[in-house]
């Protein structure tokens, strides 16, 4: 079991950035992937970016070149988000997959983007 706790979450005016945390119950450097979902109001949840246990990186290309993904430590995976545009506003998960088709989320943290 995993559990993940996101923070860094907030209203922010567009153009400005935000620079979200998810803390792991324990190391997820050997998980299968890493990532960021996001679920704005009356849409589905959609992946924002994804990092391999290589180091390989995937973002969806609403925000390549303005998102970045990336991990902090053993523990924590950030996603650091530049130039946000009020389309960005949704509530942002972090999720984990593991080697033994395990699925883990966090419970959200909330972005706003105001124009």
């Known amino acids: 079991q995993v559990q993940l706790v996101e923070s860094g979450g907030g209203l922010v005016q567009a153009g400005g950035s935000l620079r979200l945390s998810c803390v792991a119950s324990?190391?997820?450097?050997?998980?299968?992937?890493l990532g960021w979902y996001r679920q704005a109001p009356g849409k589905q949840r959609e992946e924002v970016a994804r990092?391999?246990?290589?180091?390989?990186t995937n973002y969806a290309d609403s925000v390549r070149g303005r998102f970045t993904i990336g991990r902090d430590n053993a523990n924590t995976i950030n996603l650091q988000m530049n130039s946000l545009k009020p389309e960005d506003t949704a509530i942002y998960y972090c999720?984990?997959?593991?080697?033994?088709?395990?699925?883990?989320w966090g419970q959200g943290t909330q972005v706003t983007v105001s124009s």
């Open positions: 999720n984990v997959r593991t080697w033994d088709y395990g699925e883990y």
């Open positions: 324990r190391s997820v450097n050997s998980a299968k992937t």
């Open positions: 990092i391999s246990s290589t180091g390989n």
